[in-house]
C-alpha cells in the first residue's frame, strides 16, 4: 500500500531518501494545502488499485501456467 508522508520543512534530504527507501511513496512538506494533499491522495490510490490488479493477475497467469 503506497504511504504518503506529511513532513515539516525542516526535514533534511537524508530523512527523505530515508523515508523513500522504507516505502513511503509521496512526501508533503508543510504547510500542507488541503488542494495538493487531496490530488496526490488520489493518485496513491490509483497506485494501490494498480498494483493490487497487477498482482491478482500475475497469480492468474501463474495458475494457468501451472494448469
Not at 515539516?8 to 511513496?25: F, I, N, S
Not at 497487477?54 to 501463474?62: C, F, K, Q, T
Amino acid at each position: 500500500m503506497p504511504i504518503l508522508f506529511v513532513c515539516d520543512g525542516e526535514t533534511e534530504k537524508e530523512m527523505v531518501l530515508q523515508l523513500r527507501e522504507a516505502g513511503h511513496h509521496d512526501l508533503i512538506v508543510m504547510p500542507l494545502h488541503l488542494k495538493e494533499f487531496l490530488a496526490r491522495l488520489k493518485i496513491l490510490c490509483k497506485l494501490s488499485t494498480a498494483q493490487n490488479l497487477n498482482r491478482a493477475s500475475s497469480a492468474l497467469l501463474d495458475q494457468l501456467n501451472i494448469q
